[in-house]
């Protein structure tokens, strides 16, 4: 059947005014033959109804309601970039940062002084948490969306590159906390219990991981380590890190770093939670949103 096509937004050039496509055709075809006309990165395209519906990847122009000579409107969203470079950009910032004030820190403070053991080892726990992520980024992590606007980037990065970067790092490696001290079997509590936490986090990242197939958008409901408690253990044990990491450096940074970050990962945990009762009827009711028997 013939559909007419037009550009919402901005004029997408070479784009044809119509189109011979099966009211069965898939939408990613229709990408495909959208992109290969105009040039444009299928990644770029978005495709609506008149009523503003997006069309969505694996499903048909039939499940809209599309007959002959309907209107399919189509944008340009700009140059994107991947989703995984984009985390990988966002964790690369606070491994960069903290390793420059730990070279530095006397140039920095334009003072003489030695970190102490909580500096150092607040130092070595960063570093590990943000390689740990960088990790999952390549490897673990499966995306529901390929990419993202460009423009996006510096807001997506500033959280990390601001907070957990330089605002962390400038107020726990300076001169205040260089005579900190914390009796070393405290020191050794804290540091398992962040290990834990961090470790907890990442297991439960492979159970959300493998519950998706590669090249899979189906959704399930999680269960095993932390999911029968929480919908979203790994927010509460990356929660749970940063606490320990806070009592360990003893700078109010880390203190409003922890509630910022929580408050925010509670945040998504909550819409994430009322997708989950929506979709799966059979969703345990008992289970909090992040914090086990409490929220």
């Not at 990165?41 to 309907?70: C, H, I, M």
């Not at 995984?84 to 910032?93: C, D, N, Q, S």
């Not at 932390?226 to 003893?250: C, D, H």
């Not at 910022?260 to 979709?279: D, T």
Request: charge should be positive; proline fraction near 5%; charged fraction near 20%.
């Amino acid at each position: 059947m013939s559909i007419t096509l037009s550009s919402r937004g901005r004029k997408i050039r070479k784009l044809p005014k119509s189109l011979e496509f099966p009211l069965d055709g898939s939408i990613d075809k229709l990408r495909d033959e959208v992109s290969s006309v105009t040039r444009l990165p299928v990644e770029r395209l978005r495709f609506s109804t008149a009523d503003g519906t997006t069309l969505l990847p694996n499903t048909t122009l039939r499940k809209y309601g599309v007959g002959p000579g309907a209107t399919i409107w189509v944008k340009d969203l700009g140059p994107q970039i991947g989703w995984r470079t984009v985390f990988m950009i966002e964790y690369l910032g606070p491994l960069v940062i903290h390793l420059f004030f730990i070279l530095n820190y006397k140039w920095i403070y334009r003072k003489d002084y030695n970190l102490c053991l909580n500096q150092k080892i607040a130092f070595v726990l960063v570093m590990l948490h943000f390689m740990k992520r960088e990790y999952e980024s390549i490897f673990v992590h499966r995306f529901s969306l390929a990419t993202m606007p460009l423009r996006n980037i510096f807001k997506n990065c500033a959280h990390y590159h601001l907070l957990s970067g330089l605002f962390l790092a400038y107020f726990i490696y300076g001169p205040w906390h260089a005579n900190d001290y914390i009796k070393p079997n405290h020191l050794l509590f804290l540091i398992v219990g962040w290990a834990f936490a961090v470790l907890s986090n990442f297991r439960t990242h492979i159970i959300l991981r493998d519950l998706r197939p590669a090249g899979s958008k189906k959704r399930v409901i999680p269960t095993g380590y932390g999911f029968n408690l929480v919908s979203f253990p790994n927010y509460f044990f990356e929660s749970l890190g940063w606490l320990f990491f806070a009592l360990l450096t003893k700078s109010w940074a880390s203190w409003i770093f922890l509630f910022v970050g929580s408050a925010q990962m509670f945040v998504w945990a909550k819409k994430k939670h009322a997708r989950y009762l929506k979709e799966f009827p059979n969703y345990p009711r008992s289970r909090k949103i992040m914090i086990p028997f409490f929220l």
